[in-house]
Each structure stands twice: as structure tokens, then as C-alpha cells.
């Protein structure tokens, strides 16, 4: 996962605030996703790549941080 130690942990954080607050208002789309998926209506195959599109960023920052504090980052 060389890849993954390549990023910038900075450019993840940054696209995991704004992906995952965008759009500001009303909502962000992450929570209105959510709610659709804990109440069982998230079934468009839009509304679940919209979901996967705005949490990408933040899956991928806590991966980075977790093999970071697991040690396994290699600079």
C-alpha cells in the first residue's frame, strides 16, 4: 500500500472536510446519505456511489492514519 503512504495526509484531510460536508446547506450529503441507508430507502444506484464518492476521503485518511500508528508507514 505504497500508494496509500504517498499521499498527503493533509490533501486527505482537506478533501475529507469538503467532500464530506459538501454541500453546506441544507445538509451535507453524507448525513442525508446516511439516513437514507439506516432507514432503508438508499436504493438507487446513484445515491449509493454519491455515498461512496463523499466517504472515499475519509476512508482513505483513516487507513493512512491507522497504518501510521500501527507503524507500518514507510517515509
Known amino acids: ?3 496509500l503512504d504517498r499521499l498527503p495526509t493533509s490533501l486527505l ?15 451535507p450529503h453524507v ?4 439516513r437514507m441507508l439506516v432507514s432503508g430507502s438508499l436504493r438507487r444506484p446513484l445515491d ?3 455515498l461512496c464518492f463523499h466517504i472515499l476521503p475519509l476512508v ?13 508507514h514507510q517515509p
Request: charged share 20%; glycine share 8%.
Open 1 to 3: 500500500m505504497k500508494w
Open 13 to 27: 484531510l482537506v478533501a475529507s472536510l469538503f467532500l464530506g460536508l459538501a454541500p453546506f446547506t441544507p445538509e
Open 31 to 34: 448525513v442525508e446519505k446516511l
Open 48 to 50: 449509493i456511489f454519491d
Open 60 to 72: 482513505l485518511l483513516l487507513l493512512k492514519l491507522g497504518r501510521t500508528a500501527a507503524g507500518k
